[in-house]
């Protein structure tokens, strides 16, 4: 196992690479550029900003430079934000992304894995039709009209909630709630779906017959032996949602004003600020490589048939 931790973990130095490279380039491709505007500024103005921020040197100098500074944690200035630069946007906008993703897929992981162990346990019975027709609902309808749509109900029409805001501006912790809610519902959805499918394909393994066939206890088999194997399916699952929902709550912090990482994706990307754009991308990445590794570090810890 320990093996396998350092080859991972050498791993992931190439892939953050590439991932460095083709979003450095791939900005820089795209037309328009971080000092275009309705009024096109004077040549000399031009060149003079260029050289300030090195963007007057050729394109290979320029990507070796910024790769220099990644590796010293230095992320680059914003071409548009002047009083600090990427890093402290960045970390002081993430913390909210993550504390609002971390409930938000605690939420999912708590009512989906019951929903769906729910449903399997009463296979083919209302609750299985019941527990199966939200989770499409969840499936199908995008995090987009679900936060207007809760929003109307819970915080104008019955006025339990606040509309919008964050805990960290003074407006107390109940501002997490509906932000949370509509973004766990997809991942909720999708884990009471796996829950469900696994959970049937374990519960009919020739090991759970045996244990019924031995006399234990029905909840003893549920808990003890057939979650340990229907989980898998789930843990492989969580490493890209928990990236996911902290990069899919950008609709989600628009709708309900949340102080994230997401706003400065969407201005970034309107005002080609390069270095913006790519250090919320190499964020993004780093949650990503990270979770996916922890999930095949726990993957072999529930299964002991996996060997690496």
């Not at 548009?80 to 906008?93: A, L, P």
């Amino acid at each position: 196992m320990a093996k396998y931790i350092f080859k991972r973990l050498l791993g992931m130095i190439p892939t953050l690479l590439i991932i460095i490279t083709l979003s450095f380039f791939i900005v820089r491709i795209a037309p328009g550029g971080p000092f275009d505007g309705e009024r096109a500024l004077p040549e000399a103005v031009k060149a003079n900003i260029e050289a300030k921020y090195h963007l007057d040197e050729p394109v290979l100098q320029q990507y070796g430079r910024y790769l220099f500074d990644v590796v010293r944690g230095d992320l680059g200035p914003s071409y548009k934000y002047k009083d600090n630069d990427v890093n402290y946007y960045i970390f002081t906008s993430l913390p909210n992304s993550a504390v609002l993703g971390s409930v938000a897929i605690v939420l999912a992981l708590f009512f989906g894995i019951l929903f769906g162990v729910m449903a399997a346990l009463y296979q083919n019975s209302w609750i299985d039709y019941l527990t199966m027709a939200i989770a499409v609902i969840g499936i199908s309808v995008p995090n987009f009209v679900v936060a207007p749509v809760l929003q109307l109900v819970f915080a104008m029409n019955l006025g339990w909630l606040p509309t919008s805001g964050w805990y960290t501006t003074g407006e107390g912790y109940a501002t997490i709630v509906l932000p949370a809610i509509s973004l766990s519902l997809a991942y909720f959805a999708t884990i009471a779906r796996l829950t469900r499918s696994s959970m049937l394909d374990t519960l009919r393994s020739d090991y759970i017959r045996t244990a019924k066939a031995k006399g234990m206890k029905n909840s003893t088999i549920i808990m003890k032996h057939a979650m340990k194997g229907a989980m898998l399916p789930v843990v492989s699952y969580l490493g890209p949602a928990f990236a996911g929902v902290i990069t899919g709550s950008i609709v989600i912090e628009q709708v309900f004003r949340v102080p994230g990482i997401g706003k400065f994706f969407v201005q970034s990307s309107f005002n080609r600020d390069y270095t913006l754009i790519v250090g919320v991308v190499i964020v993004f990445s780093v949650i990503l490589v990270i979770m996916n590794f922890f999930v095949d570090i726990v993957y072999a810890l529930l299964d002991p048939r996996i060997a690496y």
